[in-house]
């Protein structure tokens, strides 16, 4: 009998789990709301009841069970270390509680890890062996896949691009507190409160306080001058931490995704002029594939449904590669 694979993304805000069959093709789904202000004990709880509600009832076997999970974790333990958007998390042995409860395999992914696996499985770097996944949004998350692996590091804690460090205006700072949508939002309210002008303090009814990068996003699709200036330079910025990944892992395309991506070429024009103007030789660009993400609110699901058949992202895509072909 074929086996199927069970998927968990649990975030902040919801819990949602799926079965998915051989192919990778969702046959089942359900979420429901996280509520981790009533604790780690219900939470557990409330990820076991989601994996129950999926799990096969005609005797197909499981092959496993992958979750994507907020980090920093362990993917080699199954420990998740300290989440930000989970309270009180700490040091969970998630991947434990589960496989001592369901008798199965099971895997835990970094949600932009996990992301990136699906991308280069079945989404926008399908067949590719050289990957870097970025997502832009209330942070910058990142996953690499290197010659066909994903990039783990001794404990799991590789990859995390959006905290690259930069030096801006004299500052030290990161990727991620420069151009992810809340640095767009702090920009345009610190030039809004300086007395530029702008539609921003509109749609926002006065709020400045309000004002996020969706903002500052829909301000600049509307022809907003200061608001087209701050998402250009925020492009430009993500422009010149992609020089330094080109340079260290020369990847054959760039995935993006996050909302902040959603600004298209507002924000990846400038992105493809900094990369452009900051590489060292043009042979690390003029055959670089730089797309938009293509899996959409699926991704997590099918990504840590990839993690079960990789080993957690041990083994290479290849393999997984030709076990969907062979389907």
């Given at each position: 009998m074929t086996e199927c694979i069970i998927a968990v993304d649990l975030g902040g805000t919801r819990v949602r789990a799926a079965r998915l069959n051989h192919a990778l093709e969702i046959e089942l789904r359900q979420e429901m709301l996280t509520e981790d202000e009533r604790g780690l004990d219900a939470t557990l709880t409330r990820i076991q009841d989601m994996i129950r509600a999926v799990w096969p009832t005609d005797g197909t076997p499981v092959a496993g069970i992958g979750v994507s999970a907020p980090g920093p974790l362990n993917?080699?333990?199954?420990?998740?270390?300290?989440?930000?958007?989970?309270?009180?998390?700490?040091?969970?042995?998630?991947?434990?509680?589960?496989?001592?409860?369901?008798?199965?395999?099971?895997?835990?992914?970094?949600?932009?890890?996990?992301?990136?696996?699906?991308?280069?499985?079945?989404?926008?770097?399908?067949?590719?062996?050289?990957?870097?996944?970025?997502?832009?949004?209330?942070?910058?998350?990142?996953?690499?896949?290197?010659?066909?692996?994903?990039?783990?590091?001794?404990?799991?804690?590789?990859?995390?691009?959006?905290?690259?460090?930069?030096?801006?205006?004299?500052?030290?700072?990161?990727?991620?507190?420069?151009?992810?949508?809340?640095?767009?939002?702090?920009?345009?309210?610190?030039?809004?409160?300086?007395?530029?002008?702008?539609?921003?303090?509109?749609?926002?009814?006065?709020?400045?306080?309000?004002?996020?990068?969706?903002?500052?996003?829909r301000a600049a699709q509307q022809g907003d001058a200061l608001a087209l200036d701050i998402v250009r330079e925020g492009g430009r910025i993500v422009g010149l931490g992609l020089v330094s990944l080109l340079h260290l892992f020369n990847p054959e395309i760039v995935v993006i995704g996050g909302g902040v991506s959603n600004l298209g070429e507002l924000l990846f024009a400038p992105m493809r002029e900094a990369i452009r103007a900051n590489c060292m030789d043009n042979s690390y660009w003029q055959d670089l594939r730089i797309e938009r993400a293509a899996l959409g609110e699926n991704v997590s699901i099918i990504g840590a449904a990839c993690l079960v058949l990789t080993q957690g992202g041990m083994s290479d895509v290849s393999k997984v590669m030709a076990r969907l072909n062979a389907g």
């Open positions: 993917p080699m333990t199954g420990v998740v270390v300290m989440p930000p958007n989970l309270k009180g998390w700490h040091n969970v042995p998630l991947g434990t509680i589960l496989r001592d409860a369901f008798d199965v395999p099971v895997y835990i992914g970094n949600d932009a890890n996990v992301a990136g696996l699906a991308e280069t499985v079945m989404g926008a770097a399908r067949g590719c062996r050289h990957v870097v996944f970025i997502t832009v949004s209330t942070g910058i998350g990142s996953g690499m896949i290197i010659d066909g692996k994903m990039l783990l590091g001794k404990v799991g804690l590789a990859a995390e691009a959006g905290h690259m460090v930069m030096v801006v205006d004299d500052q030290v700072t990161s990727w991620e507190k420069e151009a992810s949508g809340p640095a767009l939002a702090r920009k345009a309210r610190a030039r809004v409160e300086s007395g530029e002008e702008s539609m921003i303090p509109d749609l926002v009814h006065g709020q400045l306080d309000d004002i996020t990068g969706a903002t500052v996003g």
